[in-house]
């Protein structure tokens, strides 16, 4: 069992990190074409990076993509779970679970359902378009954050609140919605991750006029590897993962993900 | 869920924009795919309303449904590989102590972060002939010249699987921290071997969820578009990737949109037996 074990994690690990040390490899590597073993090792793959107007525009439409249909993922998410989760409202399940639809499905439906909508629209290849459709699927994240924070809420504070006279808004906004902040962050910067990972969709809504990331390395691989495009890689990755770790680090990273608290404790 | 209030008319209120946003860039976009499945097709245009069961008939053309069962097969075998290992790696990291728990928990979510464009282009490379792991073979005297592995099936298999892996661990892994160390502790007390144990004991105790993994699986990778698309010739394309196709390559908007309704149905089909199977569970 022992060496079952070691085989199981040391097999995962290495599949896991796999790509991860060929594409940091390959954005160190002087030369143009990949290659094993390297032959030396340069930065200059970032550099382009941050000057070619191409990967310019790229990285600008999509971390404005990122940020602005992540925020307007939580303003739809935030009014849903807490209206659902304080009041009695009968068709409550069926919005939410309307909520949760477009992400429980395949992501090419809401793609090829936003291309013939802005079809129909008569709007097309706009980058609004690529933020609302990015921000419908991608709701769901801060749903089921902040409506899981909605849940484990202690009920004692927002009823101390108007038993001591505050109308209802001055509640939601001085007690309710502090309360809901982190959940609102969580929800938020996985919206933000996912966005700026997502091809499908940007690609059939505007793929053609709003080059992001993802869809400009597509193109990019099309025409053959640039070392260009494994920095980009290694960009998103360091970003990602120190994230996390900042959470392992300040929050509890276990507890987030699930984990029973007890048994926690147990393994120290 | 009795402490809930009355609706006030604020609250009502409250919900018209979310509710709004979900209707109108949702369920309408829904609603005009419908509608468009039942269109006519115009070369070299997009399409004119009409209503035709063209789109619909070929659905069961012979190419199309073996296309269909071959994106359901292959997707069912990489829940099948995912759960396979993804479950003793679980099992193993819940017994872990802290830190190579956590460090362990930041690898899988690391690998949940990238991109699957990222994913399909680095297994690109690693399973292609210029640089790829058959050039370390060679280096190491296992192999006299580099081979290529892609495009192939295996590869869109081993892509899929990775793209799915983290979410099949973050799946499994609240209920195996939960799964009680006195039982395991009492299966070996009594006897039995750790293997005898994991068989045994862990396992069965486990099978629900192990089973909502696999099909959590299956509609992710189902939804994969890039993976297929870079790693397999046309013969190994997944729905998305027909549906897709369609709909940009093709200029066949009508038909990748009665496809995109029976991939619809499908996963539908699949995520309810997966609330099934979840609410039979909650007891664990």
Same mark, same amino acid.
């Given at each position: ?11 995962? *690990?290495? #599949?896991?990190?796999? $790509? &991860? @040390?060929? =594409? ?7 030369? !143009?074409? /990949? ?100 921000? *419908?699927? #991608?709701?769901?994240? $801060? &749903? @089921?954050? =902040? ?7 202690? !009920?004692? /504070? ?111 | ?284």
């Amino acid at each position: 069992m022992r060496v079952f074990r070691a085989v199981v994690v040391t097999a995962v *690990v290495l #599949f896991l990190l796999a $790509p &991860l @040390v060929v =594409i940091t490899v390959g954005s160190v590597n002087p030369s !143009r074409y /990949l290659q094993f073993p390297p032959d030396g090792f340069s930065l200059n793959w970032y550099g382009e990076l941050f000057t070619d107007p191409g990967w310019q525009d790229s990285i600008r439409y999509s971390l404005t993509i990122a940020a602005t249909s992540a925020a307007l993922a939580v303003l739809i998410a935030t009014p849903l779970a807490f209206v659902l989760r304080t009041y009695r409202i009968r068709l409550a399940p069926v919005i939410y679970t309307l909520g949760i639809l477009p992400f429980m499905l395949p992501p090419i439906i809401s793609a090829l359902g936003m291309q013939v909508f802005w079809l129909s629209v008569g709007h097309v290849g706009r980058i609004e378009n690529v933020i609302i459709a990015h921000a *419908v699927f #991608f709701s769901t994240l $801060p &749903l @089921v954050t =902040i409506s899981l924070a909605m849940e484990t809420m202690d !009920r004692a /504070l927002p009823e101390a609140a108007q038993t001591l006279g505050a109308d209802r808004r001055t509640t939601f906004r001085t007690i309710t919605l502090p309360l809901l902040v982190p959940s609102m962050i969580t929800g938020y910067a996985a919206a933000f991750v996912l966005s700026l990972n997502e091809y499908i969709i940007s690609f059939l809504v505007a793929g053609f006029t709003v080059e992001t990331l993802p869809v400009k390395i597509v193109n990019g691989l099309r025409y053959g590897f640039t070392p260009t495009i494994a920095a980009v890689a290694v960009v998103f990755i360091v970003i990602a993962a120190t994230t996390f770790t900042l959470f392992a680090i300040f929050g509890n990273l276990m507890k987030f993900l699930g984990a029973d608290p007890e048994i926690l404790e147990k393994n120290g | 869920m009795s402490e809930r209030e009355r609706p006030t008319r604020g609250a009502y209120g409250v919900l018209a924009f979310p509710v709004a946003m979900l209707v109108i860039f949702f369920l309408i976009p829904f609603g005009i795919m419908v509608a468009t499945s039942f269109y006519h097709r115009v070369e070299g245009a997009f399409w004119t309303p009409a209503f035709e069961l063209d789109n619909w008939e070929r659905l069961l053309h012979p190419v199309f449904l073996e296309r269909a069962v071959f994106s359901i097969g292959i997707c069912l075998l990489a829940g099948l590989v995912c759960v396979g290992i993804a479950f003793p790696f679980t099992y193993f990291l819940t017994r872990m102590r802290r830190r190579a728990h956590v460090t362990l928990l930041i690898v899988v979510l690391s690998a949940l972060s990238l991109s699957e464009v990222i994913v399909a282009f680095t297994w690109y490379i690693l399973l292609g002939r210029a640089s790829g792991v058959s050039n370390i073979l060679v280096w190491l005297g296992l192999m006299n010249e580099p081979a290529a592995y892609q495009p192939s099936f295996v590869a869109v298999l081993l892509g899929l699987a990775y793209i799915a892996f983290p979410y099949c661990v973050l799946t499994l892994y609240p209920q195996l921290t939960r799964l009680d160390p006195e039982l395991t502790e009492a299966a070996q007390t009594m006897g039995a071997s750790p293997w005898r144990t994991f068989w045994t004991v862990v396992i069965p105790i486990a099978r629900p969820i192990i089973v909502a993994g696999f099909l959590l699986v299956f509609v992710f990778t189902l939804g994969s578009y890039i993976i297929a698309f870079f790693l397999g010739r046309p013969e190994h394309w997944t729905l998305s990737v027909f549906i897709a196709d369609q709909a940009s390559a093709q200029a066949n908007v009508p038909f990748a949109s009665a496809m995109a309704i029976f991939l619809t149905l499908l996963s539908l089909l699949v995520v309810g037996v997966v609330g099934l199977i979840e609410s039979r569970t909650r007891r664990i």
